[in-house]
């Protein structure tokens, strides 16, 4: 059974960076696409950025040039890096990892998610 935990989370003012990390159990992530989504109560969850197990990264518009999305795989373990934070930038952040690259760029029927980690950002 696959794993994931995030970590990284907390309160922030505008402008400011956080680092998430999502650490994902089994001896299969170098096989999995991985990807950060995030949650609002007035928001559906929303790709963040998500990076393929080749490598390729994709970022939503919202956020290109903020985040970065990374992976280690020696450390079974996915980044996220979040810079130039703003209030809207305030969400329940999630962990996928999905065999399918596609399936996780549409967030359907993913394989895997983590229980999140809550970003604040004070204005």
């Known amino acids: 059974q696959v794993q994931l935990v995030e970590s990284g989370g907390g309160l922030v003012q505008a402008g400011g960076s956080l680092r998430l990390s999502c650490v994902v159990s089994g001896r299969t992530f170098n096989a999995y696409n991985m990807g950060w989504f995030r949650q609002t109560p007035e928001k559906q969850r929303e790709l963040v950025a998500a990076?393929?197990?080749?490598?390729?990264?994709r970022y939503a518009d919202s956020v290109k040039g903020r985040f970065t999305i990374s992976r280690d795989n020696a450390k079974n373990t996915v980044y996220l890096e979040l810079s130039i934070l703003k209030p809207e930038d305030t969400a329940d952040y999630y962990c996928a990892a999905d065999r399918s690259y596609i399936q996780l760029f549409l967030g359907r029927n993913i394989d895997y998610w983590g229980k999140g980690t809550h970003v604040t950002v004070s204005s």
């Open positions: 990076i393929s197990s080749d490598n390729i990264t």
